[in-house]
């Protein structure tokens, strides 16, 4: 059965839960019990289970055997894992897309660059307006590469990066200039010169590691 928007209720509890635990709303380590579930998402106990354990294989959620289900913890040892096989698929998936890109992608490139630059100007500027015109340009930079397997698997992880972002954010970095990192990958993207793309773009990642190592050692210090 589907909703109203097409999507079937296990997809739907699937995409809920989901963006809950990259936002923080569902906690690291939270005990997730379907009958809580049903009434925070108004959905029946069998879509939940089989998103859960559909999130579970994704790494979101841990199963407890008879005992259920929890959200996945995080953990810089999780964080440094999760960053070191991204930035291996992400290389790769720029490499393909130089290698096979046209005009059409270098336009939506410099499109999705645009529309990210004016949320980035904005003094008023939204974090979950910012980290979705910042994925719409991640992945712009990637969309020619012709590998489906590839995308998958670096669509996951860059998921689960989302999680950390958030915690990233509590650290104020003056002296990182975000928007200075997306036009230098860009810039060498289309130049087509895919080692500056690649160290351009493993070095824009791990400045958000280092970001979100102080902030994870200032949650520690406050607890």
Known sequence: MANQNGKTLIESAY???????????????????????????????????????????EGFVTAEGQRGFKVAPVSLKDLKDITRLRIMLECEAI????????????????AAFH??????????????????????????????CDSAWLLKIRRTLYEQHK??????????????????????????????????ACAATELHIMRTVETTEKAFGHLQAET
């Not at 950390?164 to 860009?186: C, F, K, N, T, W």
């Open 15 to 57: 995409d809920s839960i989901r963006v809950d635990i990259i936002r923080g709303q569902l906690e690291p380590e939270a005990k997730l019990r379907i009958e809580e579930l049903r009434q925070r998402y108004d959905t029946g106990a069998s879509p939940l289970r089989e998103a859960l354990n559909r999130l579970a294989g």
């Open 163 to 196: 999680r950390y972002r958030l915690i990233s954010i509590l650290e104020h970095d003056e002296s990182r200039d975000v928007h200075a990192e997306h036009e230098a990958i860009m810039n060498a993207v289309l130049a087509h010169d895919q080692k500056r």
């Open 115 to 144: 529309r990210l630059s004016k949320v980035e100007s904005r003094s008023d500027q939204v974090f979950p307006e910012w980290e979705s015109r910042n994925q719409e340009f991640h992945e712009a930079l990637i969309a020619a």
């Open 95 to 110: 490499r393909e897309s130089i290698r096979l890109g046209d005009d059409e992608w270098e336009a939506h490139i410099v």
